[in-house]
């Protein structure tokens, strides 16, 4: 069994709307091979994990799992591997459940999809998993060099358990994220501990641990300084112990003889209970003592040992929200097991794990243990007397075993009081006070007790999980303090998808909102724009450019194009969306990735509507995306038609719904929003410049679900007005998509349209747009098309042009540099395209230069560009040598071995002029040809 391929979805996907992890596995001969088949496999793996038979599986009871893998056959090992996974992950401390496993369409190929907590983690165990299964199998058919009798599967699950303890969040941290959650705050991990966003955007806090964004640094200083969060308590009349300052073991059995015996010895600025001793009574203890303080600090305190118990008193916001009592790792005596035995039955508690694995962790026989031990004049081979407690821990931490018993309801109000006091002294938001009293539900005024300790980002695990008493909610009021009720945490945010159209409506989308004054983050096909600025530049339409725009703390508002690939490698970077629309689906991109057909391309676009909160937008003329209205939960469905008499949205107007609709009028095409019954004409299409009055269909298209997004989205309607008058599609607001260029004899027209939707739309426009000459393409497509796509490209531009030049990616995608030139030529010519109207020029700067350089005055060129940039630059630096515009010959192909670097070399550069306008500085050619904007920044 072989794992081919491995895909981590960080978002909804696929196949849930929560992160899970894709095997792509091989089982090779163990198809063959189900678990029942398997001589001792099924009893091997219940003895290796035996909390699998509580797995339901499709019996919905517990032990269904084992059902089906012993009756009719057994099931086949990538079903096994899924439930391993999970299990595993469960035993590490995750809450994870799902899981389904179905084949790929080879035969013997699944794909197991689990979910999981930590990524990480969920591969680790996903691995062990692998390795748990070839170990239980014969050597028939166990693959060479796999889970042979060096495998150890009880080391590597507890490897497995520190690793995830390492990744995995803790207790406090898990709580927090927890209680965010609960109130539907959204959060996003940003590294590989315990630092947490909480919020999107502008709206955002942060967490690391129980630290807030909030939490005052100053604060935090002074806590971890023992001695002066002693003084500043003892200056407020609190009640602390004495203390002293040392350095040497000398000073510090001086400074415990000066306070008097009992005494206790700990580090200055350590934490856990780590290197603290209590109530010693000699100078060689308090040496010993201070030797081990001294390695965690090189200030060592010693202070008067206040007997009692160690409380710990959580104060929030000003508020004390729970109090335990901590009790230390200890045993009890039986009078028959030794020391060692009674650690080891105590350590058989199932609540007992590695670290914070689980409510409690495991009391090790270390140091402290053995030096308490031979104070009881006991060894760990000795036999304690039925009763007695023997105590192995200094403190009541429960990362060192100790226990935890909640006592919220009993508190003194004078301690409560006392413990808000403190926490205010010291400046913090979140703080535990460590409270040394004999009873805590008697005033410490009466009966003593004092403040050891005032700790900054305190853990919660011994208050959501004590040991005895009730559990409390203490992550609740942490999110309450972040984000008082009522209080935003998320920034309104549009997903938009679809085959042709998602960068210009997601352009439009955002410049609708920073018209109307807002702080705009935007993800499109050539990077991330915060505020009309590029900060990032590439294909940036997956969920790492998303999280990169919620991230932002400038952000008021999200626009993410969220493209195929996207999707298919990693699903989305968030969890929800507000808006969500799909533009259309049509033939791309078929055969890569698992996706074959129209349908599936519609079933992957489909995420985007199916995790929209309010409104899910979608196109009424396509039936792919009209089908994607059983699948929303969004608050509304919003209809886009270019058909006023379509009967559907007709009903679902009629209903109240919301729709844009487009309808015939005196002066044209109007594009018309219904809303509740209201009826409201938005904008006649001609006025709006990116559809080249009203001609270029699809923009008019684009423009409508633009207009029906920012509508959604709660922006007034003469602000949505004013942002369709004002975008245009220069390339500098849209580059790639109908950049005009008519500073030549010739108009030029650049577009990325590369599948035969896009080609379809750019031939519609061309067959409208009054032309006195010939009309010419640059034509090609991406090598991984499938050939009836590429195909189809050329059948659709073939009765459109006359003339045609067909190129290659500089990225063939696998085919010969001519493969794909070719077979359009042979297209066309199947189409009835003159072989003296086709040239072939496979490297597309050089089929850019023929095309410009064979134009003559009148004529319209339209260029499929796929280096768009570069396109553009050529485009603008192009010299009419020939001088068309008095009618000269057209320059030969030759002058192509002359042009200047399209990326801009020196000789072109110097050919360049710059000026100053409005703070900005304009690049032109020197001819006055603007070509490029930079900012001053």
């Known amino acids: 069994m072989k794992i081919l391929e491995r895909r981590i979805y960080r978002g909804p996907n696929l196949y849930a709307h929560f992160p899970v992890i894709r095997l792509k596995v091989d089982l090779g001969v163990l198809e063959e091979w189900p678990s029942a088949k398997i001589p001792g496999f099924v009893d091997g793996l219940l003895e290796a994990i035996p909390t699998l038979e509580q797995h339901t599986c499709s019996y919905d009871s517990a032990g269904g799992f084992i059902r089906r893998l012993r009756e009719d056959g057994g099931t086949w090992l990538g079903h096994v591997l899924e439930h391993v996974a999970i299990e595993l992950q469960v035993l590490a401390g995750a809450s994870v459940s799902f899981g389904k496993t179905r084949g790929t369409g080879v035969e013997g190929e699944y794909y197991v999809v689990y979910e999981y907590d930590e990524e990480q983690v969920g591969e680790a165990a996903g691995e062990l998993a692998l390795d748990l299964l070839h170990s239980l199998l014969p050597d028939n058919v166990r693959p060479k060099g796999a889970g042979g009798a060096g495998f150890n599967f009880v080391e590597q699950k507890e490897e497995l358990i520190s690793y995830a303890q390492r990744r995995q969040f803790g207790p406090s941290t898990a709580a927090l994220v927890r209680a965010a959650e609960d109130r539907d705050i959204p959060w996003l991990r940003l590294n590989n501990y315990s630092l947490v966003q909480l919020g999107h955007g502008r709206y955002q806090k942060r967490i690391q641990a129980t630290i807030t964004s909030e939490t005052r640094f100053i604060g935090v200083e002074i806590a971890s300084d023992k001695e002066l969060t002693n003084q500043i308590l003892g200056d407020l009349g609190l009640p602390v112990p004495r203390q002293r300052l040392v350095r040497s073991p000398t000073k ?17 600025d350590a934490n856990h209970g780590r290197g603290v001793s209590i109530g010693l009574e000699s100078r060689e203890a308090v040496e010993v003592a201070f030797a ?106 429960l990362s060192t075993g100790g226990t935890a018993i909640d006592q919220t309801d009993v508190i003194h109000p004078d301690n409560r009081e006392m413990a808000i006091r403190a926490a205010s002294a010291i400046g913090l938001d979140v703080a535990g006070v460590d409270f040394i009293s004999p009873d805590i539900s008697r005033s410490f005024a009466e009966i003593g007790g004092a403040i050891c300790e005032v700790n900054a980002a305190p853990g919660f695990r011994m208050h959501v999980a004590p040991t005895e008493g009730t559990p409390r909610d203490v992550a609740g009021p942490v999110m309450d303090m972040l984000f008082p009720p009522g209080s935003p945490t998320r920034i309104p945010i549009a997903a938009i998808t679809g085959t042709n159209g998602k960068t210009t409506v997601s352009r439009m989308v955002a410049h609708i909102h920073k018209m109307s004054g807002a702080t705009v983050g935007l993800s499109s096909t050539d990077g991330v724009y915060i505020d009309g600025e590029r900060t990032v530049a590439g294909d940036m339409t997956g969920p790492g450019a998303a999280r990169m725009v919620l991230r932002d703390p400038r952000v008021d508002l999200a626009v993410l194009e969220t493209a195929r690939g996207g999707l298919l490698r990693a699903g989305m970077g968030y969890r929800s969306c507000d808006v969500g629309a799909v533009l259309n689906v049509a033939a791309d991109h078929l055969g890569l990735g698992g996706i074959d057909t129209v349908e599936g391309l519609a079933e992957l676009k489909r995420i985007v509507v199916e995790v929209a909160r309010d409104c899910a937008v979608l196109n009424a003329d396509d039936e792919l995306c009209l089908r994607m209205a059983d699948y929303t939960e969004a608050a509304r469905i919003g209809y886009v038609t270019m058909n006023p008499k379509h009967d559907l949205v007709r009903k679902h107007i009629r209903a109240g719904g919301l729709a844009a609709v487009l309808e015939e009028g005196i002066n044209g095409d109007m594009i018309t929003i219904y809303d509740h019954g209201t009826h409201i004409p938005l904008l006649w299409t001609h006025l709006i410049p990116a559809t080249m009055e009203g001609k270029a269909g699809h923009n008019v298209n684009n423009a409508m679900f633009a207009a029906l997004i920012a509508y959604a989205m709660e922006v007034k309607v003469e602000n949505i007005r004013q942002g369709l008058r004002t975008f245009d599609t220069t390339y500098f607001q849209a580059p790639g998509r109908l950049n005009v260029f008519d500073e030549l004899p010739f108009k030029v027209i650049l577009d990325y349209g590369h599948n035969p939707a896009a080609v379809q739309a750019m031939t519609n426009l061309v067959r409208k747009l009054d032309v006195s000459g010939r009309r ?162």
């Not at 510090?252 to 200055?268: N, S």
């Not at 005596?333 to 409510?359: Q, W």
């Not at 199947?830 to 003559?856: F, W, Y």
């Open 292 to 397: 081990k303080a001294v390695e965690h600090s090189r200030t060592v305190i010693i202070e008067t040992y206040i007997p009692g118990f160690d409380h710990r008193i959580l104060v929030i916001g000003g508020e004390l929200v729970a109090v335990a009592k901590r009790v230390p790792g200890h045993i009890i005596g039986d009078g028959e097991h030794s020391v060692a035995e009674l650690i080891d039955l105590v350590n058989a508690d199932p609540r007992r794990g590695i670290g914070h694995e689980k409510v409690l962790t495991r009391i090790d026989l270390d140091h402290q243990a053995l030096r308490l031990l031979e104070l009881s004049g006991y060894t760990p081979d000795s036999i304690v007397p039925p009763g007695e407690i023997l105590y192995l821990r200094s403190t009541g931490n």
């Open 776 to 937: 010419s393409v640059v034509l090609s497509a991406p090598g991984d098309r499938r050939d009836e796509d590429i195909r189809e490209i050329a059948r659709i531009a073939a009765p459109g042009f006359s003339r045609f030049v067909v190129r290659a990616d500089d990225n063939t995608r696998g085919r010969a540099s001519d493969e794909v030139p070719n077979m359009l030529r042979d297209e066309l010519l199947a189409n009835g395209v003159p072989r003296e109207a086709i040239a072939v020029v496979t490297d597309e700067q050089q089929a850019v230069e023929r095309a410009l350089s064979v134009s003559e005055p009148g004529d319209l060129l339209l260029i499929f560009g796929d280096k768009i940039s570069r396109c553009w630059k050529q485009i603008c630096r192009f010299r009419d040598d020939g001088g068309h515009g008095q009618g000269s010959a057209p320059a030969a192909l030759s002058t192509v071995g002359s042009l200047a670097n399209p990326e801009g070399d020196a000789e072109s550069s110097r050919s360049e002029r710059r000026r100053k306008r409005s703070g900005e500085t304009v690049i032109e050619d020197q001819r006055g040809v603007r070509i490029a904007r930079e900012s001053d920044d």
């Open 252 to 268: 510090a059995v001086q400074a415990a003889e000066r306070l008097g015996y009992p005494v206790v010895v700990k580090p200055l």
